[in-house]
Structure formats: C-alpha cells, structure tokens
C-alpha cells in the first residue's frame, strides 16, 4: 500500500481553479519533489494534503485513510503529517529551549538526538530574535519534528537560504529520512534543489500537473517548453544542425526542433565527425564555463568543465552525447 494516494484532487478559490484534477501516490520513504511557477497550485495542493485546506473534488488518502479538511474537524490537520510554510514563524522573546520545550513530548536523550540532526543544538540558549533565517527556519522544523509524523510537507524551503543555510538544510533532510524514517515533499521552482534530492518529481502549471517521472526522464525527455525551461538551459535546433552531430533522432522534438541540453556538447581534438564551431562568447561560472558559438549560422550554448583555455574567436570541434535518463 502506498503512504499517499492523491486521486482528482482539484480546488477553486475566488471562482479560479488553483487546482484541477491531480493524481499522483507516493511510496514510504520515497522523496518527492514539485516543481512549477509561481501560482501553479503548488502550495495550495501542499495545504490540501496536510488536511489545512478543503478539496473541492477528490480525495486524498494517508496510510488508506481519508484525510479530512477543515470542514470536517475541528482542529485543522492531520497528526501524522507536518506542514512547514514558506511564512514560519517563531515567537519573539523566548529562548529557542523554551519555544521547543512547549511542543517537545520526547525523552531528553531523543530530543538532543533530534536538535543535532537539524544542526540547532549549538542555538538552544539563544533568543529567538537573535536567529538567522535559515536557523529560525531549522527550529521550526524541529518543532514539527518533535511531534513524530510520518509525511512531512516543506513549502518552498529553500527560497530564501543563501547558499550555506541551503546546504545545511539538505544535509538535514537527508538525515530526517535516513535517520528518522520520515517521508518528504518539497515544492520549489528551482532545478538545483530538485534535480539532486528528488526520487520522483512533479511538474505543475496553471494547477495542473504536466508532466511526472524522474528528474532523469523529465530533464532530457520534457514534454514541452515549459518543463524543458523549468529545469534548465536548453536549445531548439532544427534538424539540419543537429544532423551534423548525429543521425540519432532520439532527442526530444519540441515545435518542430530537436531539445538538446547545453552540456551534451562535448569540446573533442579535430577529427571526423566533429562538427567545427566558433566561439563568440565565453562566460566563467564557477564550475563550468558557458560558450556561445556558431555551428553553420547558427549559435549554440555549450557548458563545459574543459580546464584548457580558450578566446573568443577560436575554432573549437564539437561531438553530441547522447541522453540516457534512468
């Protein structure tokens, strides 16, 4: 049995359909991740799941039971799920100690076990107004932790982490699934939180749901533009160019033009069956470098981890890998 079954789930607020007709299960412990816009439904399906908002149409079951609404109870939720917002917030003028010891039912022994795993055991004697946000976010975390669910829900968690804090957090996530057992959804519009985390990812636009599988399948295989754009860099090239590289026509065809990711292009030594290419522009990002070049007339993006050094304006020679999603 799955720990979730989402069947024709669909809300209207205001006479808008912010949610229309999405079905998807997830088995326990498997991490799920849904990615869309801003204004896809996104939250809005997150609050229906945690039992904080009322469906419309269909039903959700948790562990094969139906979780209710708040038309239903009293006390909006559900016990065994936990819902983090993107607006969570700590009360001033309490040490972080006494803002968790008013939900903490655990043992001591449990409870310092937990504060390391969200990485706040050094933060307990501080003030809660004396907190970074990614710390504050990491404490009221904890806090739904305490109460032992089973399904935990993070609306948009990293959207407001620089990158340390977004680092600590995913270290923390992992750890509450491989320590704690607990399973998780996340929503994000964001490729990087995804792609890396997520066994099973969700695509959601104008609350529908367009497209499911895994960031593999769903990175090289989009079903359209807007996935494709959603999850990263990629070209539309006609099938003139891309017959230069390849007589392959596995990639996927989108408006009448091949999709091809810019880090399937690999810089090779000239030889037959490289295609030549001039470089008319270099970027340096880090951890790879983005070329534009001309291939035939026409420009291409190409990203590349080559430690060689290279100019605008030099000849460079290009081969195509394929993709191969898992």
Request: hydrophobic share 40%; with cysteine; proline share 6%.
């Amino acid at each position: 049995m799955d720990l979730l079954e989402v069947s024709g789930i669909s809300r209207k607020l205001q006479q808008n359909t912010v949610v229309h007709d999405i079905s998807f299960s997830q088995r326990r412990y498997q991490k799920l991740a849904i990615a869309g816009e801003t204004g896809s439904g996104k939250s809005t399906l997150l609050k229906m799941i945690a039992g904080l908002e009322q469906p419309d149409a269909g039903q959700i079951l948790f562990k094969g039971q139906k979780v209710l609404g708040p038309l239903f109870q009293l006390i909006p939720g559900h016990p065994g799920i936990a819902y983090l917002s993107q607006h969570y917030e700590l009360r001033n003028n309490y040490r972080v100690e006494e803002w968790l010891d008013m939900a903490n039912r655990l043992p001591q022994s449990d409870a310092d076990a937990l504060f390391r795993i969200c990485r706040i055991d050094h933060l307990i004697s501080r003030r809660t107004d004396q907190l970074s946000g990614g710390e504050k976010q990491r404490i009221a975390l904890c806090r739904l932790l305490i109460g032992a669910p089973e399904l935990l829900l993070l609306d948009e968690p990293f959207s407001n982490l620089d990158p340390i804090h977004k680092q600590i957090l995913k270290q923390v996530l992992d750890d509450i699934g491989n320590r704690l057992h607990i399973s998780c959804i996340l929503t994000s519009h964001d490729p990087q939180d995804t792609l890396s985390w997520a066994d099973e990812l969700l695509v959601m636009r104008g609350g529908q749901l367009v497209q499911k599988g895994s960031p593999q399948q769903l990175y090289y295989y989009p079903e359209n533009e807007y996935v494709a754009g959603l999850l990263g860099s990629y070209l539309l090239l006609p099938e003139a160019v891309l017959s230069l590289f390849t007589t392959n026509r596995s990639q996927p065809l989108i408006h009448g033009k091949y999709l091809v990711r810019p880090e399937q292009f690999r810089i090779v030594p000239k030889q037959a069956g490289a295609v030549k290419a001039v470089i008319q522009q270099l970027r340096f990002w880090g951890a790879f470098s983005e070329i534009l070049a001309t291939v035939a007339g026409t420009t291409i993006v190409i990203k590349t981890m080559d430690p060689d050094p290279l100019s605008v304006g030099d000849t460079i020679y290009l081969q195509l890998a394929h993709a191969t999603p898992s």
